[in-house]
């Protein structure tokens, strides 16, 4: 096993000593440096300690100049926090090992990981939903690498970051197309609760617009498609005019389509019928919901998503059908 492939392992994060702990991350801290120590020493490039003016001064432009903290540049590079903070206060005078003089250099100068944080109400509705659809919270951490338990943290939050945002908006674009295998997560989620007497609403109740929005309420589609979709406009217009909105969507040009996938028209341009052929066509094909949305300029990704669970269009059915 060369350098290239054996990379360095983080830290434990409950023990310092990694020598005298017993746990599996500590054994294999301590496994991997005396591995890099034979090759270091075989190749006479082995240094025990180094000087910690470079590293000293590297950890203050970081944080003085770009705006990291400790505990970033610590998870960044793989070093406890305490070691940080001594190096860069000059607590450490009489060096610091190579290892960790490598793994603070490496940290490259420039911004931090974004941590700007946003309300989690969309966070929210995008789990319940899926759970409604018979998703598990280890099924849906799982889509991103985490666990269930981080699922669970972050139902009990009123913010989250962008990134983690991202990442379950990612799981959601993915899962809520599919029924989920868990027949125990859709039964309770379907089970009435105090501030939800039907239930978590399902991946059908929202749209991209409401799914963020605190003042939206979830759609069941109780009320024909013409009221659900003009309620702000049903005071003012008549029955027949709503009638003849409810009969435009559903009108439908095959010429309208094929404009559409050659990029002439834009999903706005299309009827609720020619939209579905369209997506129906594109997902024959094999087109992600990105790929769809940049090609019918339909926004982003998850707008397709939403306008394929509301209308049926399932990739295996689609397949099916074909």
């Given at each position: 096993?060369?350098?290239?492939?054996?990379?360095?392992?983080?830290?434990?994060a409950?023990?310092?000593?990694?020598?005298?702990?017993g746990?599996?991350?500590?054994?294999?801290?301590?496994?991997?440096g005396?591995?890099?120590?034979?090759?270091?020493?075989?190749?006479?490039?082995?240094?025990?300690?180094?000087?910690?003016?470079?590293?000293?001064?590297?950890?203050?432009?970081?944080?003085?100049?770009?705006?990291?903290?400790c505990?970033?540049i610590?998870?960044?590079?793989?070093?406890?926090?305490?070691?940080?903070?001594?190096?860069?206060?000059?607590?450490?005078?009489?060096?610091?090992?190579?290892?960790?003089?490598?793994?603070?250099?490496?940290?490259?100068l420039?911004?931090?990981?974004?941590?700007?944080?946003?309300?989690?109400?969309?966070?929210?509705r995008m789990?319940?939903?899926?759970?409604?659809?018979?998703?598990?919270?280890?099924?849906?951490?799982?889509?991103?690498?985490?666990?269930?338990?981080t699922l669970?943290?972050?139902?009990?939050r009123?913010?989250?970051?962008?990134?983690?945002?991202?990442?379950?908006?990612?799981a959601?674009r993915?899962?809520?197309?599919t029924?989920?295998?868990?027949a125990t997560?859709?039964?309770r989620?379907?089970?009435?609760?105090?501030?939800?007497?039907?239930?978590?609403?399902?991946?059908?109740?929202?749209?991209?617009?409401?799914?963020?929005?605190?003042?939206?309420?979830?759609?069941?589609?109780?009320?024909?498609?013409?009221?659900r979709?003009?309620?702000?406009?049903?005071?003012a217009?008549?029955i027949l005019?709503?009638?003849?909105?409810?009969?435009?969507r559903?009108?439908?040009?095959?010429?309208?389509?094929?404009?559409?996938?050659?990029g002439?028209?834009?999903?706005?341009?299309?009827?609720?019928?020619?939209?579905?052929?369209?997506?129906?066509r594109l997902?024959?094909?094999?087109?992600?919901?990105d790929?769809?949305?940049?090609?019918?300029?339909?926004?982003?990704?998850?707008?397709?998503?939403?306008?394929?669970?509301?209308?049926?269009?399932?990739?295996?059915l689609?397949?099916?059908?074909?």
């Amino acid at each position: 096993m060369n350098a290239m492939t054996d990379r360095r392992p983080p830290r434990c994060a409950d023990h310092r000593a990694q020598r005298k702990a017993g746990c599996q991350p500590c054994r294999r801290y301590d496994a991997w440096g005396k591995r890099d120590r034979r090759r270091r020493a075989a190749a006479g490039t082995w240094e025990t300690y180094r000087p910690v003016d470079e590293a000293c001064t590297h950890l203050r432009q970081l944080t003085d100049v770009h705006g990291w903290t400790c505990g970033q540049i610590a998870a960044r590079a793989g070093l406890c926090i305490d070691d940080v903070q001594d190096i860069r206060g000059g607590r450490r005078t009489r060096g610091i090992l190579a290892v960790t003089h490598d793994a603070i250099m490496g940290v490259p100068l420039g911004p931090p990981p974004s941590t700007r944080l946003v309300p989690a109400v969309g966070v929210h509705r995008m789990i319940r939903a899926l759970c409604r659809h018979g998703w598990t919270y280890n099924h849906i951490a799982g889509q991103f690498g985490a666990t269930g338990r981080t699922l669970d943290s972050v139902m009990h939050r009123d913010q989250v970051t962008v990134a983690m945002r991202a990442k379950i908006a990612a799981a959601y674009r993915a899962l809520a197309v599919t029924p989920g295998p868990s027949a125990t997560a859709r039964a309770r989620a379907a089970a009435p609760k105090p501030d939800f007497p039907r239930g978590w609403p399902g991946p059908m109740c929202w749209t991209p617009e409401t799914i963020d929005d605190p003042a939206a309420e979830p759609d069941w589609g109780d009320a024909p498609t013409a009221f659900r979709r003009s309620a702000c406009k049903a005071a003012a217009c008549p029955i027949l005019e709503l009638r003849h909105v409810h009969a435009r969507r559903w009108q439908y040009d095959a010429a309208a389509v094929e404009q559409a996938l050659l990029g002439i028209r834009t999903a706005r341009q299309l009827t609720t019928a020619e939209r579905i052929e369209a997506v129906t066509r594109l997902v024959r094909r094999g087109e992600a919901d990105d790929v769809i949305a940049a090609r019918l300029r339909w926004g982003k990704g998850e707008a397709v998503t939403a306008f394929r669970v509301q209308h049926r269009i399932m990739p295996n059915l689609v397949g099916q059908a074909a």
